[in-house]
Antibody
Framework: EVQLVESGGGLVQPGGSLRLSCAASGFTFSSYWMSWVRQAPGKGLEWVANINQDESGKYYMDSMKGRFTISRDNARNSLFLQMNSLRAEDTAVYYC??????????????WGQGTLVTVSS | DIQMTQSPSSLSASVGDRVTITCRASQGIGYHLAWFQQKPGKAPKSLIYDASSLQSGVPSKFSGSGSGTDFTLTITSLQPEDFATYYCQQYTSYPYTFGQGTKLEIK
């Protein structure tokens, strides 16, 4: 059974940093693209970043470029999101999601339960 | 960026009804469209990919259609567990973008 379990969320002051983790199990983690998606309280879903299998490809939402860094450790079956210079508008539930790729498209199939990040003084 | 616009934003329906939700892309995305279901306090659940393909384990009461810029999600024979918020998402180019969501409520 595919499982994605996020951790590392919490309360952080504006300008602070936080590192989110996503522990993957039930599949060959190193074979898949992975992604972070967030959802502000009462709002819709917003894509954050994607990473390919060997970290040679990383893609970010413009508003997070330079502040957020996506990475992975295939030996530990883990995905990470390092978030720096946090702002109040970064307050959201952050979801880890697996991307399934065919020859012609790549799409989300499994999601974690999310971890809440609150940026406030 | 490609804008995704869903309609309606909210929808009231009764158990047993058939409903259709529309998603429009601001430019052509081929068939690179997914639909998700989200219940309050829960993670999104993947329903459909490539506009019309059902994710594994998703019942056939859910169906998707469309290509290019106009897409639909149809749910037949609504049951209490189907009342949720539904999102479309394009994955043809970065940044990936989602529709604003359609809240399906019980009438």
């Amino acid at each position: 059974e595919v499982q994605l379990v996020e951790s590392g969320g919490g309360l952080v002051q504006p300008g602070g940093s936080l590192r989110l983790s996503c522990a993957a199990s039930g599949f060959t983690f190193s074979s898949y693209w992975m992604s972070w998606v967030r959802q502000a309280p009462g709002k819709g879903l917003e894509w954050v970043a994607n990473i390919n299998q060997d970290e040679s490809g990383k893609y970010y939402m413009d508003s997070m470029k330079g502040r957020f860094t996506i990475s992975r450790d295939n030996a530990r079956n883990s995905l990470f999101l390092q978030m720096n210079s946090l702002r109040a508008e970064d307050t959201a539930v952050y979801y880890c999601a697996r991307i399934y790729c065919t020859r012609t498209s790549c799409y989300y199939d499994y999601w974690g339960q999310g971890t809440l990040v609150t940026v406030s003084s | 960026d490609i804008q995704m616009t869903q309609s309606p934003s909210s929808l009231s329906a009764s158990v047993g009804d058939r409903v259709t939700i529309t998603c429009r892309a601001s430019q052509g995305i081929g068939y690179h469209l997914a639909w998700f279901q989200q219940k309050p306090g829960k993670a999104p659940k993947s329903l459909i990919y490539d506009a019309s393909s059902l994710q594994s384990g998703v019942p056939s009461k859910f169906s998707g259609s469309g290509s290019g810029t106009d897409f639909t999600l149809t749910i037949t024979s609504l049951q209490p567990e189907d009342f949720a918020t539904y999102y479309c998402q394009q994955y043809t180019s970065y940044p990936y973008t989602f529709g604003q969501g359609t809240k399906l409520e019980i009438k």
